[in-house]
């Protein structure tokens, strides 16, 4: 049963920006009770935290790989998140995934629920 949905990857030349969404699947999930991360998982590569929100999205953390060039934002009222990812570099080549959670349990990368990705393909 999917909860949540990705969209908004795509490929990319190195540089470039993207910007990812994601929304709940179902109206019982309500992103507003929840802190909420983007994962990313590149092949032959580690799981790696990107970032994660707060629920009233005071409060963000990024991967240091990301800072300075990854934004996350949330909508509670729309239901959505987003990452805007700018100045992208071929090491940023990953299926990226949405996930909902708590603080600790997302900053060691596990969730409550989480998508099924969307690929974002950065080329040199």
């Known amino acids: 049963q999917v909860h949540m949905v990705e969209s908004g990857g795509d490929l990319v030349q190195a540089g470039g920006s993207l910007r990812l969404s994601c929304t709940a699947s179902?109206?019982?999930?309500?992103?507003?009770?929840?802190?909420l991360a983007w994962f990313r998982q590149a092949p032959g590569k580690e799981h790696e935290v990107v970032s994660i929100?707060?629920?009233?999205?005071?409060?963000?953390h990024y991967a240091d790989s990301v800072k300075g060039r990854f934004t996350i934002s949330r909508d509670n009222a729309e239901n959505m998140l987003y990452l805007q990812m700018n100045s992208l570099k071929p090491e940023d080549t990953a299926m990226y995934y949405c996930?909902?959670?708590?603080?600790?349990?997302?900053?060691?990368?596990?969730?409550?629920?989480r998508g099924q990705g969307t690929q974002v393909t950065v080329s040199s």
């Open positions: 996930a909902a959670g708590d603080f600790l349990f997302l900053l060691q990368g596990s969730s409550l629920y």
């Open positions: 179902a109206s019982e999930l309500s992103f507003a009770l929840y802190t």
């Open positions: 929100i707060t629920r009233s999205g005071e409060n963000t």
